[in-house]
């Protein structure tokens, strides 16, 4: 049977924090919560709490739509946003 231990050294990339968004290192994190037999690595111990409280929420992807004015500048904002999300990603605001 597989320890967490042995887990964590097995794990040699990055995961996302399902919080914040943050790349994580289970190697150098004892931050973690198993949720229906899956374990998740967090960043710092409120986002692991924030996750205990209500795991389903950070769980389900979350699809955020904008309403854009209409028009040009309407048109500017939603071409720079999509530029921005292609350089920077589109995940949530780290917590840090």
């Not at 500017?76 to 921005?84: S, V």
Request: glycine letters at 8%; a positive charge.
């Amino acid at each position: 049977m597989a320890t967490l231990a042995n887990m964590t050294n097995a794990i040699t990339t990055p995961i996302i924090d399902a919080v914040c968004g943050m790349r994580v290192e289970p190697g150098k994190t004892r931050v973690v919560s198993n949720h229906q037999g899956h374990t998740y690595w967090f960043c710092s111990e409120a986002c692991r709490e924030a996750f205990d409280k209500k795991p389903e929420k950070y769980l389900r992807p979350k699809k955020v739509r904008h309403k854009w004015p209409a028009g040009r500048w309407g048109r500017y904002l939603e071409r720079m946003a999509k530029a921005n999300e292609e350089l920077f990603g589109g995940g949530p605001p780290s917590c840090h």
